[in-house]
T-cell receptor, first 113, second 113 residues
Framework: DAGVTQSPTHLIKTRGQQVTLRCSPK?????VSWYQQALGQGPQFIFQ???????QRGNFPDRFSGHQFPNYSSELNVNALLLGDSALYLC????????????FGPGTRLTVT | QKEVEQNSGPLSVPEGAIASLNCTYS??????FFWYRQYSGKSPELIMF????GDKEDGRFTAQLNKASQYVSLLIRDSQPSDSATYLC?????????????FGTGTSLTVIP
């Protein structure tokens, strides 16, 4: 049973550039949530996708956008990167009809220079 | 006031002892409660979840929930050096936000051999 996968593992970008991160959910899961985790902090909710639509959004600017595909995989896009966007980006998947346990992928470490 | 609060620690216990980790949350409407373990540089791993008042045991781990006091705890019996990690408390169901999780900043646990 494949768990949540994310790519790439690490990424270095320059301020002002754009980045796309990818996530494939755990088998049987239909909902994908994205989180940003800064060093020494807990994960902060960015947004959640279900049935190819953004269902909920946290307190992040619209530079952060996403997409969900028919196979439930998802992308997170960040435009006009700032130094403060450097963080671990986590994807978590869950099953809407279940009890909402979320399982995390290994994360993408983004460094903005 | 933070929505989920944890003592950041660090908490140190000797090998074989019981480690007690605590978490409080602000919204009485919260429905589901989760404990994640996060090793340095890795993504969070779900170790326990609880939905009803009382205790839930799984191996060496016991989660305790008291909704009246808005308090969740995690007990780790017979602590092992491999338990050394940051433990994140997560809560969902705030204000009808469904599947959105709110995380605490985590408690760092060190088990001393």
């Amino acid at each position: 049973d494949a768990g949540v996968t994310q790519s790439p593992t690490h990424l270095i970008k320059t301020r002002g550039q754009q980045v796309t991160l990818r996530c494939s959910p755990k088998s049987g899961h239909d909902t994908v949530s994205w989180y940003q985790q800064a060093l020494g902090q807990g994960p902060q909710f960015i947004f959640q996708y279900y049935e190819e639509e953004e269902r909920q959004r946290g307190n992040f600017p619209d530079r952060f956008s996403g997409h969900q595909f028919p196979n439930y995989s998802s992308e997170l896009n960040v435009n006009a990167l700032l130094l403060g966007d450097s963080a671990l980006y986590l994807c978590a998947s869950s099953w809407t009809q279940g009890l909402y346990e979320q399982y995390f992928g290994p994360g993408t470490r983004l460094t903005v220079t | 006031q933070k929505e989920v609060e944890q003592n950041s620690g660090p908490l140190s216990v000797p090998e074989g002892a019981i480690a007690s980790l605590n978490c409080t949350y602000s919204d009485r409407g919260s429905q589901s409660f989760f404990w994640y373990r996060q090793y340095s540089g890795k993504s969070p791993e779900l170790i326990m979840f609880i939905y009803s008042n009382g205790d839930k045991e799984d191996g060496r781990f016991t989660a305790q929930l008291n909704k009246a006091s808005q308090y969740v705890s995690l007990l780790i019996r017979d602590s092992q050096p491999s338990d050394s990690a940051t433990y994140l408390c997560a809560v969902n169901g705030f204000r009808n936000t469904g599947n959105q999780f709110y995380f605490g900043t985590g408690t760092s646990l060190t088990v001393i051999p």
